[in-house]
Structure formats: structure tokens, C-alpha cells
Nanobody, 126 residues
Framework: QLPLVESGGGLVQPGGSLRLSCAAS????????IGWFRQAPGKEREGVSC????????DYADSVKGRFTVSRDYAKNTVDLQMNSLKPEDTAVYYC???????????????????WGQGTQVTVSS
């Protein structure tokens, strides 16, 4: 099992920002496409964003376009999700996922992905 760990979640007021990180211990994420997903209570898991292994390909759900930005930090071996202008409907557990062997400029925000983290809670509330 690939050890992916998400961090950066928390409680934030509407309109605020959070930055989530997806980290891997003991191996490099350089060759993996990474997806970010979220699941709110009582709802199906939703693909939020993804980034290709090269960093040159990204995709976003319509609900987060213009507010969320995904990026790779090769030096830190992380993939980050910058979330701005947060809304109460962004409240969910956020997961990162990884897959290797796809084209360097390709990613899919719907999957499939082979490896998953345990998730980090994001709560947007006043």
C-alpha cells in the first residue's frame, strides 16, 4: 500500500482559505498522477481536481474552478491543493489518490486511482 498522507484540513469561515498537502513517505511522487477527491456526509465521493505527473496537465470540477489550484512541489515531494473563497458546501473529507503509468501530461479527476490517503477534514462554517 502506498503511504499517502493528507494534511492541512481544519475549520475555516466562509470566504477563507486552506492549503491541503498530499505527501508520500519513502518514495517519490514524481511519476504519479495525483487526484483530489472529497466526500461530504450522505453524498457520493466527488472528484475535485487532478494533476499529471509532469505538472503540465490539470483539471478541476466545475464547482471549484477559479477557487482551487492544484500544484506539485517536487522538492518537498508533495502535491498541494490551494483552496480559496471557501463555501459551506466545500465541507467534506478530502482525499488524495495516486496512479502511476499514465501519460505524463494526463490526469483524470474521476479516476481510476490505485492508492489513497486516509483523508483530512475540511469544515467551512461561521
Amino acid at each position: 500500500q502506498l503511504p499517502l498522507v493528507e494534511s492541512g484540513g481544519g475549520l475555516v469561515q466562509p470566504g477563507g482559505s486552506l492549503r491541503l498537502s498530499c505527501a508520500a513517505s519513502g518514495f517519490t511522487l514524481d511519476y504519479y498522477a495525483i487526484g483530489w477527491f472529497r466526500q461530504a456526509p450522505g453524498k457520493e465521493r466527488e472528484g475535485v481536481s487532478c494533476i499529471s505527473s509532469s505538472g503540465g496537465g490539470t483539471d478541476y470540477a466545475d464547482s471549484v474552478k477559479g477557487r482551487f489550484t492544484v500544484s506539485r512541489d517536487y522538492a518537498k515531494n508533495t502535491v498541494d491543493l490551494q483552496m480559496n473563497s471557501l463555501k459551506p458546501e466545500d465541507t467534506a473529507v478530502y482525499y488524495c489518490a495516486a496512479i502511476r503509468g499514465v501519460a505524463a501530461y494526463y490526469c483524470s479527476k474521476s479516476g481510476p486511482y490505485n492508492y489513497w490517503g486516509q483523508g483530512t477534514q475540511v469544515t467551512v462554517s461561521s
